[in-house]
């Protein structure tokens, strides 16, 4: 019997502050904006009198206020994972652009190396043009060209002699450098 007064009270007690909670909670609600306080009382009529200029500094508005803290960056890490993430989405919007697709397909069908280099050349220029022209922010345009010149720099070949050099002597092999062979003979 003492076990089920004990309850009684701790049930009665959890609901006292449960009530006290949500009257308390009630309470805290703002007035809605439209209710105008002024209204009962008369407002004497004065002749339009300028307002007085404010002592304290100029504040700026808060969508200014909003604009500085959107600009400020909080690390580099940061702004090149927010970058990342935005070239991914360009890129997964740009993947299956017909001509994308029909660039990318040229490109690898080609023959020779040269020709292949080439052509990627021109998958890369139709591939950032099309992501470039997507991209909202200068940010991320700047880093979609540093992209593109990365990956058209590694399609040349700077070790290679380029075409042009065709008036440059080209070694031909001489008959002092073979090693000379003694004849054998097959006495036994």
Avoid: C
């Amino acid at each position: 019997m003492g076990r089920k007064l004990g309850m009684k009270i701790k049930g009665l007690i959890f609901s006292a502050l449960l009530g006290g909670m949500t009257l308390t909670l009630r309470g805290q609600d703002a007035a809605p904006p439209a209710v105008d306080l002024y209204a009962t009382e008369k407002k004497p009529e004065v002749a339009a009198t300028p307002s007085p200029e404010a002592n304290g500094p100029d504040m700026p508005e808060l969508s200014q206020l909003d604009e500085v803290f959107k600009q400020r960056s909080l690390s580099k890490e940061i702004d090149a994972r927010r970058l990342h993430i935005e070239w991914r989405q360009l890129k997964n919007q740009v993947v299956n652009d017909p001509e994308v697709r029909a660039a990318k397909a040229i490109a690898q069908a080609a023959r020779t190396d040269l020709e292949k280099r080439n052509r990627l050349r021109d998958y890369y220029n139709v591939y950032y043009e099309r992501m470039s022209a997507l991209a909202a922010s200068v940010e991320i345009k700047l880093a979609l060209q540093r992209l593109k010149t990365s990956h058209v720099a590694r399609l040349s070949q700077p070790r290679v002699r380029p075409s042009t050099d065709g008036a440059l002597p080209t070694p031909k092999p001489t008959s002092e450098g073979k090693p000379k062979h003694k004849k054998r003979s097959n006495k036994l």
